[in-house]
């Protein structure tokens, strides 16, 4: 199985448009080891032909075109795309607007969960993906889906789990403070081939989860022995967005849990067995970001890896 980080930051991207603090302009700057990075999302294949999608970041175009796998063939028709399915993990903005990049009638399958599709069918504008033409198939809370394209089976079997996360905010209510995740509002993903069963290749498994509030014991159980994690890296301080003066917002109150810290991701999954685990989804304000830093010493002490765009993985 090929995996290609096509976006590895969080919303917004880095450097975000509007941000002048001191890590989007070094990235601006152009100071060594600080990478540009485009909105959440990776790409995965069984064979290298045919491709699916997880996350439609608003970046798509962008990373379609840094994509060579990811284009039209040479010796395709005029309208082709190795593109076969597009699965959401959420209805997170950063996760869903560029399915509206998606959208000349090119066919490919839908894949998310029951509340994520009823989000797009309840927002007129993703229509210009016309059902007829771009099918939407659910995607259970707890269960394993092969994934297809409009040609049949991409030999990929994507079991799909419930993570604590939070409701999309454009979707909040002041009235609801619950935000919860039993009605399905974010997913983990399990990503294998599909003649690998788990129970049979263990280490030959990737596991998906780029939002996450929590870990839990159940959680922890689920990905250990696993070949690969891609997990949830938004921010490192759970304060550090407020401590920058750039927001007021928690890592907490966004349903991101924070890398550091005595509740955080470093000490959650210490003793969980991985063969490698990287953060993606990582926020402007991340101090990972800049490569001296000592947060960033400390992720790669403990045997994580900084995700970046154009990362390949091989499982």
């Not at 082709?80 to 000349?104: F, K, Q």
């Not at 994520?116 to 007129?124: D, F, I, W």
Request: net charge negative; glycine share 10%.
């Amino acid at each position: 199985m090929k995996i290609r980080v096509l976006g590895s930051a969080a919303g917004g991207g880095f450097p975000q448009w509007n941000c002048n603090a001191p890590l989007s302009r070094a990235v601006r700057e152009k100071r060594p080891g600080f990478l540009v990075r485009t909105q959440s999302s990776i790409a995965a294949s069984a064979d290298g032909r045919g491709w699916a999608v997880f996350n439609a970041s608003p970046d798509i175009r962008e990373q379609i075109a840094a994509s060579p796998d990811l284009q039209p063939r040479a010796d395709g028709p005029l309208r082709h795309t190795p593109i076969g399915a597009v699965v959401l993990t959420n209805a997170d903005v950063d996760h869903i607007a560029g399915l509206l990049s998606l959208r000349e009638r090119e066919p490919f399958i839908l894949y998310a969960t029951a509340r994520v599709l009823k989000t797009l069918a309840e927002n007129s504008i993703f229509q210009v993906l016309n059902p007829e033409v771009v099918e939407r198939r659910e995607l259970p809370l707890e269960g394993t889906t092969v994934l297809e394209g409009p040609e049949g089976p991409l030999g990929l079997t994507a079991e799909t789990f419930a993570v604590p996360g939070k409701v999309a905010l454009f979707l909040e209510n002041e009235n609801d403070r619950n935000f919860g995740t039993a009605a399905g509002d974010t997913i983990g993903i399990a990503l294998r081939v599909s003649d690998a069963p788990a129970a049979q290749e263990p280490d030959k498994t990737l596991f998906y989860i780029p939002g996450c509030a929590a870990v839990t014991d159940a959680l922890r159980e689920r990905i250990d022995g696993g070949a690969c994690l891609l997990f949830d890296g938004t921010v490192f301080h759970d304060t550090e967005m407020a401590d920058t003066g750039v927001g007021s917002k928690t890592g907490a109150r966004m349903g991101h849990m924070a890398i550091g810290g005595a509740t955080g991701t470093l000490k959650a999954l210490k003793d969980v067995d991985l063969g490698r685990r990287i953060f993606v989804h990582i926020n402007n304000t991340n101090p990972i970001l800049d490569p001296g830093s000592q947060a960033a010493k400390t992720v790669t002490a403990a045997g994580w890896e900084i995700g970046y765009d154009g990362m390949e993985l091989t499982l």
